[in-house]
C-alpha cells in the first residue's frame, strides 16, 4: 500500500511557467519535507512542515513555496521555473520526534521535473 | 552544519559482500540512516541504527557503527544484481528532525 504519494511522477512544464506538485500520506504523520534532488548529488532539503509550522532552509531561494492544507497534502510551488530547477522532487514524512530525538523519513517516489 | 561523506563508487561481483562506508562529522547524532535509490525512484529506508549500538543485523544487512571514529558502514552478503542501486547515508540532526545525507555510493554488481 502506497503511503506517501506523489502526483504526478514525471511534470514538464516551460521556463517561467509556474508549476505545482503534490504529495499526500496516509501515515497520519505531523511532518512532511520537501527536497529537491539533482542528478548523481544528495537530497538537499527546501523546507518541512512540523503540522502547520512552516520551515524554511535559508539557501531555499524564494521561488519555492510550500503549502500545507491538512494533515495529508503538502504542495510544493515552484512560481517560476527556471532551467536549474530541473530535477527530481522527493517528499517525506516522519511522524515527528521532536520531544524524543529523530525519526524515520519515509519517502515517495518523486516527480521528475524537466523545465523547457 | 553536518558533513556526511560517502565514497563515490563501489563494483563487485554477484555473490561477494559489498561493504559502504559513511564517516559523519556531528558527535550529537542521535540515529544514523541507511537508504537506498534505484534509477528514477524514490528513497527507501533500508536500516537505521541508533547511536549507542556497534551493529545491527537485519538478514542480509549488516550496519556497524565506530561512534570514536564517526564510521557508519553498511555490509550486504551475497550481492545480487537487484542490489545495485545508489545507497545514501543519513545523520539526523538531534531533535529537529532534519537529515544530512551523503552524496551516495553507487554500487554495481557484475554477474
Known amino acids: 500500500d502506497a503511503m506517501v504519494i506523489q502526483n504526478p511522477r514525471y511534470q514538464v512544464t516551460q521556463f517561467g511557467k509556474p508549476v505545482t506538485l503534490s504529495c499526500s500520506q496516509t501515515l497520519n504523520h505531523n511532518v512532511m519535507y520537501w527536497y529537491q534532488q539533482k542528478s548523481s548529488q544528495a537530497p538537499k532539503l527546501l523546507f518541512h512542515y512540523y503540522d502547520k509550522d512552516f520551515n524554511n532552509e535559508a539557501d531555499t531561494p524564494d521561488n519555492f513555496q510550500s503549502r500545507r492544507p491538512n494533515t495529508s497534502f503538502c504542495f510544493l510551488d515552484i512560481r517560476s521555473p527556471g532551467l536549474g530547477d530541473a530535477a527530481m522532487y522527493l517528499c517525506?514524512?516522519?511522524?515527528?520526534?521532536?520531544?524524543?530525538?529523530?525519526?524515520?523519513?519515509?519517502f515517495g517516489p518523486g516527480t521528475r521535473l524537466t523545465v523547457l | 552544519g553536518e558533513d556526511v561523506e560517502q565514497s563515490l563508487f563501489l563494483s563487485v561481483r554477484e555473490g561477494d559482500s559489498s561493504v559502504i562506508n559513511c564517516t559523519y562529522t556531528?558527535?550529537?547524532?542521535?540515529?544514523l540512516y541507511w537508504y537506498k535509490q534505484e534509477p528514477g525512484a524514490g528513497l527507501q529506508l533500508l536500516t537505521y541504527?541508533?547511536?549507542?549500538?556497534d551493529m545491527k543485523q537485519d538478514q542480509r544487512l549488516t550496519v556497524l557503527l565506530n561512534k570514536k571514529d564517526k564510521h557508519l558502514s553498511l555490509r550486504i552478503a551475497d550481492t545480487q544484481t537487484g542490489d545495485s542501486a545508489i545507497y545514501f547515508c543519513a545523520d539526523a540532526e538531534g531533535n529537529f528532525n532534519k537529515f544530512y545525507f551523503g552524496s551516495g555510493t553507487k554500487l554495481n554488481v557484475k554477474p
Open positions: 541504527i541508533f547511536s549507542n549500538m
Open positions: 556531528d558527535s550529537s547524532s542521535t540515529y
Open positions: 517525506a514524512t516522519s511522524r515527528g520526534g521532536r520531544a524524543s530525538g529523530s525519526d524515520t523519513q519515509y
